[in-house]
């Protein structure tokens, strides 16, 4: 859930993510993107990239990639909070700025 989490997170700043397929060690799950998300979160700056996030730059495209995500049964907060209470907010922070773009779409 953290590795998926952090996707969304690459994906809102419109990074690269790794060619999606199969994880051979997760039947069922995808592969993710998580050495590119721990670049990211490494950057001292990531907290105030977070809250200075340019909203206008989310498009249609983002938040299809981002719906599959969005849209699974274990992405919520509750679940987010058992793993880990840091992501939880990154999790919180996704569904923010996609409920943002269909809002502000209108």
Do not use: H
């Not at 690459?10 to 998580?34: C, E, H, N, R, Y």
């Amino acid at each position: 859930l953290i590795m998926r989490i952090m996707d969304c997170v690459l994906l809102l700043f419109q990074k690269p993510l790794v060619k999606v397929s199969a994880d051979a060690d997760k039947p069922g799950f995808i592969m993710t993107s998580w050495g590119d998300a721990l670049k990211l979160m490494g950057d001292t700056k990531f907290l105030n990239n977070l809250l200075t996030f340019p909203k206008d730059t989310i498009n249609d495209e983002v938040v299809e990639l981002l719906e599959p995500y969005l849209a699974a049964e274990d992405f919520n907060l509750e679940r987010a909070k058992a793993v880990s209470g840091n992501v939880a907010g990154l999790l919180s922070w996704c569904r923010a700025m996609s409920f943002f773009f269909s809002i502000n779409k209108e």
